[in-house]
Structure formats: C-alpha cells, structure tokens
C-alpha cells in the first residue's frame, strides 16, 4: 500500500492517492474506536454516556 501510494505521488496519478489517503484515514478511525471500546470494557471507572 505504501508503494502504491509513492508510485501515485510520483505518476501524479491523484485518485491513486486519494484512495490510499482515504483508506489510511478509515484504518485510523477503526484503530480509535476499537481502543476506546476495548478500553472502557477494561477499565470499569471508564463508562459510555
């Protein structure tokens, strides 16, 4: 992924880019919100409101 995202910036192929972008973007959120899950299932202080 990373390659092809090196090989888009430097083809200036955008939507190659926008793709990888927007992909690394959607990996990030779904890595925040399984951590907070996780983390509020762990701790018992931490509680969903």
Not at 37 to 43: G, Q, S
Request: net charge neutral; aromatic share 8%.
């Amino acid at each position: 992924m990373g390659s092809m995202l090196m090989t888009g910036i430097l083809n200036r192929d955008y939507p190659v880019v926008q793709a990888c972008t927007l992909s690394f973007a959607i990996m990030v959120v779904i890595v925040y919100l399984v951590t907070d899950l996780v983390y509020a299932m762990l701790d018992p202080r931490v509680r969903l409101s």
